[in-house]
């Protein structure tokens, strides 16, 4: 027998594991995981597109002077037209993926750790068997592994195939959050507090 | 004077398990109506109302997914009459409920009923083949709805519409494009696949769903555990005698 074993030291550690503790763990891990992706990747390639958006801009500014002079002394409008409107549709493709959806990803990510660090504190405040306990832990694990995990997958690593395991996180989420607070109205228990006086 | 044999209510199932029962029967009737529109009268409904349709057959079948997922999870997680060990006939006395069902059966249930506690180990497979198979209607459900194109608004979990393609943000050459050819040529194919799936498993529905309602009812009149009943409050009926070998 170790001397863990015998002192009864690692038995305290994982004993108890599912009861919200792993919740708790995995969210600050992940929070950290999530908060340094943000800064070391998406706004980075942010900045990388900010070159090709002063292009863009600069070609809009051509048009506009264009305009004003009805193109005199140009030769071919549409060399200066052209460069625009692709420059414009770069930038929405480009805001497509680093704007709506990174930030999505990025967001997803902070609440769903954040999710689990309340969803562990709350399970283990629950007076409900320990089963119960066990299942909402890993529902609401499962929900950030599988939904913001897999995004992070996809959108931030390029796994394809990722996006389609996204639907067993986000079904895991609506059945934690459904079950927990099924479990709160019975399990969630005011502690008796004496009064002062 | 024959003594009166006293039944006595004894708690079997667990409050997850009904509450998952019913969600599941809920969104099972819900989905098969929806789906049974489609099925029959899709050339006679607007493009708005199929719409909304699709939406509804969406957001149920998340809720139905979720339902599912937990059951799947109970079945390794909750107590032994919510266990997939419950189900099947691994034991000798989960072996020998499993024949005398069938003999049961087979004798248009003339003679001693088979005594269990839980899960008739001769149903038991059937409920998780409807597990198996219901995974698989969600799967590809959720890859039709992807691909539908109009009517979007229940794609609010999946990205993979709003984001075509696979290229990361850590890729050099990220254009968000790839090979979009070929990768449309085999979503068209695989769209046909979960389609005829989608529709096979709709029948197979509408089977279970009937074998269900008409095996509980048989057991419901057969038997004195009183099993309908059982599915709302947790308890059925047993003798002192039932209990005591189920307890063996």
């Not at chain 1, 939904?147 to 992070?152: D, N, V």
């Not at chain 2, 990205?159 to 290229?167: P, S, V």
């Amino acid at each position: 027998m170790s001397s863990c074993e015998s002192s009864g030291k690692c038995k305290s550690f994982f004993h108890g594991l599912f009861h919200g503790k792993i919740n708790i763990i995995f969210g600050f891990i992940y929070f950290a995981f999530t908060a340094i992706l943000g800064p070391a990747v998406l706004l980075p390639a942010k900045g990388d597109h900010r070159p090709a958006h002063t292009q863009t801009k600069n070609a809009v500014e051509d048009i506009r002077k264009g305009l004003s002079s009805g193109f005199a002394g140009v030769e071919n409008p549409a060399m200066i037209v052209g460069p625009a409107v692709i420059g414009i549709m770069n930038h929405i493709e480009t805001e497509k993926k680093l704007g709506t959806i990174g930030s999505a990803v990025h967001a997803h990510g902070n609440l769903e750790s954040l999710l689990n660090i309340v969803a562990g504190v709350v399970l283990l405040m629950l007076a409900i068997p320990v089963m119960y306990k066990k299942i909402l832990s890993i529902l609401f694990l499962m929900g950030a592994i599988f939904h913001s995990g897999m995004l992070y997958l996809g959108i931030v690593f390029g796994v394809g195939f990722a996006f389609k395991f996204t639907i067993i996180g986000a079904i895991s989420i609506v059945a934690a959050l459904l079950l927990t607070g099924l479990a709160c109205i019975c399990g969630l228990k005011e502690r008796k507090t004496e009064d002062a006086h | 004077m024959e003594a009166q044999v006293e039944n006595k209510l004894r708690y079997v199932w667990d409050p997850l398990l009904r509450g998952l029962h019913w969600w599941i029967a809920l969104t099972t009737f819900i989905q098969v109506g929806v789906g049974a529109l489609f099925m029959f009268f899709e050339d006679s409904l607007s493009e708005g109302l199929e719409d909304t349709l699709i939406d509804i057959h969406g957001v149920v079948g998340y809720l139905f997914g979720a339902g599912i997922l937990v059951r799947i999870l109970w079945l390794f997680i909750g107590p032994p009459t919510a266990s997939w060990r419950d189900m099947v006939p691994i034991k000798p006395p989960q072996r020998k409920v499993f024949f005398d069902t069938i003999k049961f059966y087979l004798s248009f249930l003339r003679g001693k009923a088979p005594l269990y506690k839980a899960h008739n180990t001769f149903a038991g497979p059937i409920y998780l083949a409807f597990f198996f198979v219901a995974a698989l209607q969600i799967t590809s459900g959720v890859m039709l709805l992807d691909s539908h194109d109009e009517g979007a608004s229940v794609q609010l979990f999946s990205f993979a519409y709003a984001y075509e393609g696979g290229d990361g943000l850590l890729d050099e050459n990220n254009d968000g494009g790839g090979e979009q050819d070929e990768e449309s040529f085999f979503e068209e194919i695989f769209e046909e696949i979960f389609e005829e799936a989608h529709e096979v498993g709709f029948f197979v529905f509408i089977f279970f769903i009937f074998a269900h309602i008409f095996a509980v009812l048989v057991h419901e009149f057969a038997e004195t555990h009183r099993i309908i009943f059982a599915m709302f409050h947790g308890k059925k009926r047993f003798t002192d005698e039932e209990w005591k070998e189920l307890e063996k």
